[in-house]
């Protein structure tokens, strides 16, 4: 059971080249996030999917993209990066909604660099 | 969501109880208070979260107050490992149809000393 998984752990990318941010959780969660965390600040959710084949805006999606491909994956795109996107993300899964279910476990995250 | 205050830092003795405390004035009554921590590089991790009544797992105790506007988050052995970044959460219960967004504020930074 290794929980939330992320891919890459490292990116390094010019300002203009895309990629995509992959996630996967192995707890059969209906629930998943995207978060940013730049230097010394707290997390911002990006995007979210409440259940397979919903996604949803977070508090700055601009300038990114999210597939919700099955119930265990969910990736982030970046179709153009700019330096302003250089940051650590993390992506998380939760059980879904109501009491007991709300908690939120968090991968180890993605470190990208946009030059 | 109810805004939350946590002091910037906090020191404590390996062994010796941790004792974090959040203020959640604005709280309202069908809000949850939640705990994370995120040790330094890694991904955030829920430690305990309550409504009303105080709450302990394996990991912490959560003292809450009567009026709900503040709240404490105990490590009862703080060991060097404790050592993170502590955020306190205050977030409505969902409605079906909404969304399970978490507020991180700046949180408290705790140092276990030898």
């Known amino acids: 059971n290794a929980g939330v998984t992320q891919t890459p752990k490292f990116q390094v990318l010019k300002t203009g080249q895309s990629m995509t941010l992959q996630c996967a959780q192995d707890m059969n969660h209906n629930s998943m996030y995207w978060y940013r965390q730049d230097p010394g600040m707290g997390l911002r959710l990006i995007y979210y999917s409440a259940s397979e084949g919903t996604t949803d805006k977070g508090e700055v999606p601009n300038g990114y993209n999210v597939s919700r491909l099955n119930k265990r994956e969910f990736s982030l795109r970046l179709e153009s990066a700019a330096p302003s996107q250089t940051s650590v993300y993390f992506c998380a899964s939760s059980e879904g909604y109501g009491q007991g279910k709300e908690t939120q476990y968090f991968g180890p995250g993605t470190r990208l660099l946009v030059l | ?114």
């Not at chain 2, 040790?39 to 009303?52: A, E, M, R, T």
């Not at chain 2, 969304?99 to 030898?114: D, E, Q, S």
Request: glycine share 8%.
């Open chain 2, 1 to 114: 969501d109810a805004k939350t205050t946590q002091p910037t830092s906090m020191d404590c003795a390996e062994g010796r109880a941790a004792n974090l405390p959040c203020n959640h004035s604005t709280i309202s009554g069908n809000e949850y208070v939640y705990w994370y921590r995120q040790i330094h590089s890694q991904g955030p991790q829920y430690i305990i979260h309550g409504l009303k009544n105080n709450e302990t797992n394996e990991m912490a105790s959560l003292i809450i107050t009567e009026d709900r506007k503040s709240s404490t988050l105990i490590l009862p052995h703080a060991t060097l490992r404790d050592t993170a970044v502590y955020y306190c959460i205050v977030r409505a219960r969902l409605l079906s149809g909404g969304y399970n967004k978490l507020i991180f504020g700046a949180g408290t930074r705790l140092a276990v000393h030898p």
